[in-house]
């Protein structure tokens, strides 16, 4: 992670991480990621896009855990990053009891 994304992740964990400190939050930076495209504003989204780039938010919703983005923000970053094959939104992660 450059210098530069770990700024602007730091100041993005501290907004959005708010339960834990912005360096414990930056242990897990695609956590962090995660929680601003799932409820981050359009202006702190924009930000993250251009500082991380659309791959690594790719790698993002590729490895989010059941929970980490609601159904809303799955579908739109899944057409907004070019992940849907003929409008198709795979189905978002679920628990596993048992």
């Known amino acids: 992670m450059s210098p530069r994304e770990r700024k602007v992740l730091r ?5 959005y991480i708010w339960w834990k400190s912005p360096d414990e939050a930056l242990q897990q930076p695609e956590r962090v990621a995660a929680q601003v495209m799932d409820i981050g504003d359009y202006e702190d989204v924009q930000r993250l ?3 991380v780039g659309e791959e690594y938010l790719r790698h993002v919703v590729a490895g989010a855990g059941p929970g980490q983005l609601n159904e809303r923000s799955w579908n739109y970053w899944h057409h907004r990053l070019g992940l ?3 409008g198709r939104v ?3 992660p679920r628990r596993k009891f048992g």
């Open 11 to 15: 100041e993005l964990a501290a907004k």
């Open 49 to 51: 896009a251009k500082v």
């Open 84 to 86: 849907v094959k003929r």
């Open 90 to 92: 795979p189905p978002m």
